[in-house]
């Protein structure tokens, strides 16, 4: 997807593409929006927001730490595992997206898009390509690798627990009998990690210095107003229940302090028409049933409403207060279900609605397969990507032309071969072939090497472990499979809208075969 074809197509120049709104600027590689399907914004009234890594984009290193000690320290005092666990530390930067982790077996993998695999773990061991056939290619039926036997690394929420999970399988192995087998380990690291959801362990330590786990990005306030000042509606659907969407937006809408600290008001409300929090994604997009309430921005009071429609209060009750200054336009509420969203919005059509997320299954899947809302995934993994595939080019380059040298020599080999077999030749024809075949094999062999080695270096720039997240060798990883069925638009963070025309007409690429890549017009 972001590979050769993304990058040749401009003609051996980085790619760029001229901002209609900056008047001729260069929007740089690795912020530039990618497009999968046709979208024409002028089409769009609606654009809607994930809030959780995707406006808000947490800093690794600090908020997956903090994630993971708060599930160690569940994992021991509230489970009953070893102290042991308590010295273990982090590596923030081990995992990625697109993993899948085998519960039953303890192994972690990575596939393509045809799910094979690619790349294997048990814990932190890597398998032998002999293992890895033994274990998931020699059955007479596929496995799927779907739940309830696998659980899938799609979101950035899943990194600290995929690598807790590694170190358990390590543990476990070492030390049998200390702790469960391999599933019951992995339902109890998803156990731990609910627990500091729902007790409040995360959301709490972010709320007191949201600086040091979020990222900034002043850009956010200049894309809300240009989509608003283009006409065009802008909501919030995110899980997050309303105290901490508060404290989180007001971060990012820069409504700092003098001391530095954060001023809790509702500024920021100014630039949505909706806010739905408390949204229980992905169910919010399949149950019609759920329950909405208004919520009352100061107190955070949740109120009844039908349907959105607020309903009059019983007994005695202060009236509803709008904080100073804010628009009545800007409403608030909790629950709900994208039945009341459209209402609420007077969307006459699914096909208007564009909505930004971070999670393929939370966020996109569902609003692209179930609505045929718009979407658009924010891969914050890929700005370093793209940027890498373009330092890489000549490396990437001298790939293909070892790939193509070593599937000549091994065609000529073959064709030796089976010459020497099936054909009548006299004693000098034959040991000139078999004189020619030697220096072949051992020209395959040195080929062999030196593209393996290649392959190998290419593999680690991107990441020592896993390698390129789109691919997978040759092939598009899983996840990328994913990110091109369901996401209409990709990009690196949400502010990228920023750098394009609300009204810009976003197109795919061509699209090309096998047989069509060596006869590609100029």
Known sequence: MIGDRALQSHGGEKPHVWSSLGGG???????????????????????????????????????????????????????????????????????????????????ILKMDRHKYVKVAYH??????????????????????FDEPDYALIDTLFSL???????????????????????????????????????????????????????????SIVPMLKMLRNSGRSTFLVTNSLWDYTNIVMNFLCASHTMDGGINCNFDWLQYFDVIITGSAKPGFFLD???????????????LNTDNGTPMPRVGNTAP??????????????QGGCVGHLHKLLSVESSSQVLYVGDHIYGDILRSKKVLGWRTMLVVPELEREVE??????????????????????????????????????????KQNMISDLGELESRRYQ???????????CHQKFHRIWGQLMKTGYQNSRFAHQVE??????????????????????????????????????
């Open 25 to 107: 600027c260069k929007i740089d590689i690795g912020k530039q929006i990618f497009c999968n399907r046709s979208l024409n914004m002028r089409n769009i009234v609606a654009v809607g927001f994930d809030m959780d890594y995707t406006l808000a984009q947490y800093k690794p290193e600090t908020f997956e730490s903090l994630a993971y000690e708060g599930t160690v320290k569940k994992l021991v005092y509230d489970l009953g595992y070893p102290q042991e666990l308590l010295e273990w530390t982090f590596d923030w930067k081990y995992m990625v997206r697109g993993l899948v982790l085998d519960k039953k077996r303890g192994n």
């Open 123 to 144: 814990g932190f061991r890597e398998l032998s390509k002999e293992d890895k056939v033994g274990i998931y290619g020699n059955t007479l039926i596929r496995d799927t």
């Open 160 to 218: 600290a627990e995929a690598y807790m999970f590694a170190q358990l399988v390590d543990f476990r192995d070492k030390n049998p009998g200390k702790v469960p087998d391999y599933s019951h380990m992995y339902k109890d690291v998803r156990a731990a990690v609910d627990l500091c959801h729902r007790d409040g362990t995360l959301k709490q330590m972010v709320a007191k210095d949201p600086n040091r786990y979020i990222n900034e990005d002043t």
């Open 288 to 302: 019609n049933r759920a329950n909405i309430f208004e919520v009352e921005p100061m107190s955070g009071m949740l």
């Open 320 to 333: 509803k207060v709008l904080p100073k200054g804010l628009s009545k336009r800007c409403r608030v509420f």
């Open 388 to 429: 890498l595939l373009w330092e890489l080019r000549d490396k990437r380059k001298q790939l293909r032309l070892l790939r193509n040298e070593r599937d000549l020599v091994e065609d000529q080999v073959h064709h030796l071969k089976w010459s020497l077999k099936f054909e009548r030749l006299c004693d000098d024809e």
């Open 447 to 457: 080929v062999r090497l030196a593209h393996q080695q290649a392959q190998r270096d």
């Open 485 to 522: 069925r369901f996401a209409c638009l990709y990009t690196s963070q949400v502010s990228n809208l920023s750098l394009y025309s609300p009204d810009k007409y976003y197109r795919p690429s061509e699209d090309f075969m096998p047989h069509e890549f060596h006869i590609l017009p100029l």
